[in-house]
């Protein structure tokens, strides 16, 4: 991964990973962690804001990688109540469909990704919400993480 560009590193996981169209996306999850719903939760992302911290956590897309990210946004929301975190994981682990559904260890995967985004408050808020178009997408990978100092 030496010098690749944020694009190239968009594209790689965008090619790889089995990315939802917004059209497969279930209707639960997409009340639950999109911005446009009326019921979001804080650290709620655009499918391809989402898509942005996947790879600047190098995150794929497996269970074990959404709960971390979820988490990670959530976090580093610094509007995000207790109760918000607790409905989540009870939703996401309870009534997502199986598919989207986490188990304890993703549960507890959610929780570490939850404090690494807490821990990056004081740096910046609210990754769900950044406007990535900021961003030149020709810019190494290695230095859009070091913005958001998650080596």
């Known amino acids: 991964m030496g010098n690749i560009i944020l694009q190239e590193a968009l594209d790689n996981f965008l090619a790889k990973e089995t990315t939802k169209d917004k059209s497969e996306v279930p209707w639960l999850v997409w009340l639950m962690e999109n911005p446009k719903s009326p019921l979001h939760l804080h650290g709620a992302s655009a499918l391809n804001d989402h898509d942005y911290v996947h ?3 190098d995150k794929g897309q497996a269970n074990d990688d959404e ?3 979820i988490g990670f946004t959530m976090g580093n929301d610094d509007r995000t109540k207790n109760w918000e ?7 996401s682990s309870k009534l997502y469909p199986e598919e989207a559904r986490f188990t304890k260890e ?5 929780d570490r990704g939850f404090k690494y985004g807490q821990s990056k408050l004081p740096l910046y ?3 769900g ?3 990535w178009s900021t961003i030149d997408k020709n810019t190494p990978l ?4 070091r913005k958001f100092n998650v080596q």
């Open 55 to 57: 790879v600047i956590l």
């Open 129 to 131: 919400e950044f406007n």
């Open 85 to 91: 975190v607790k409905l989540f994981k009870f939703i």
């Open 142 to 145: 290695n230095e859009v993480k």
């Open 67 to 69: 709960a971390f990210v």
């Open 125 to 127: 808020q609210r990754i």
């Open 106 to 110: 993703q549960l507890k995967i959610f």
